[in-house]
């Protein structure tokens, strides 16, 4: 079964920083590019970020960039947020999310994990 | 960036009706067009992809249709279980833009 388990959310102070982990498991990690997606508290969905199948090019919505960092770890099949600078408008609940089909540049989201929430305030 | 705009932002609709949302994209995405389910408290459910394409495992009353900027997702016959809110997303080009949701309810 294809699973997506995230961890590492929890209370950040505004300005600082909190890395949150999605490990895989079900199919073959190295495979897929792998997304973040983000909910703030009763809103909509959010892009984030995106991370090839090897780890090589990277991608981050305009609200994050230069903040956040995306990375993957291929031999533990762990995909990894690191976010720094924090502020109030990131709290949310951060989803990582598998892309449908290997390979692909361009493809839909068919697997989603539960999400950790991220909760910034002083 | 491309951005999506759906219409309705909810509705209320009963058990039987045919039910349409739209999708709007500010600019031209070929078929890179997919919808998702979100039932409250739970994670996003991927319905169609590639704008018509409908995702394993997912009830044939659900449909999809546009090519473009223009895209519709259709419930032929609602049931009480498709009470959620439903999420267009554009992935021709990053960001990945979701529209802003339609929220669908029983009447």
């Known amino acids: 079964e294809v699973q997506l388990l995230e961890s590492g959310g929890g209370l950040a102070q505004p300005g600082g920083s909190l890395r949150v982990s999605c490990a895989a498991s079900g199919f073959t990690f190295s495979s897929y590019a792998m997304n973040w997606v983000r909910q703030a508290p009763g809103k909509g969905l959010e892009w984030v970020s995106v991370?090839?199948?090897?780890?090589?090019?990277?991608f981050y919505a305009d609200s994050v960039k230069g903040r956040f960092t995306i990375s993957r770890d291929n031999s533990n099949n762990i995909v990894y947020l690191q976010m720094n600078s924090l502020r109030a408008e990131d709290t949310a609940k951060y989803f990582c999310?598998?892309?449908?089909?290997?390979?692909?540049?361009?493809?839909?989201?068919?697997?989603w994990g539960q999400g950790t929430m991220v909760t910034v305030s002083s | 960036d491309i951005q999506m705009t759906q219409s309705p932002s909810s509705l209320s609709a009963s058990v039987g009706d045919r039910v349409t949302v739209t999708c709007r994209a500010s600019?031209?995405?070929?078929?890179?067009l997919a919808w998702y389910q979100q039932k409250s408290g739970k994670v996003p459910k991927l319905l169609i992809y590639?704008?018509?394409t409908l995702q394993s495992g997912v009830p044939s009353r659900f449909s999809g249709s546009g090519s473009g900027t223009d895209f519709t997702l259709t419930i032929s016959s609602l049931q009480p279980e498709d009470v959620a809110t439903y999420y267009c997303q554009n992935y021709y080009s990053v960001p990945w833009t979701f529209g802003q949701g339609t929220k669908v309810e029983i009447k």
């Open positions: 590639a704008a018509s």
């Open positions: 999310a598998k892309r449908r089909v290997g390979g692909s540049d361009r493809d839909a989201f068919d697997v």
């Open positions: 600019q031209g995405i070929s078929h890179y």
């Open positions: 991370v090839s199948a090897s780890g090589g090019a990277t």
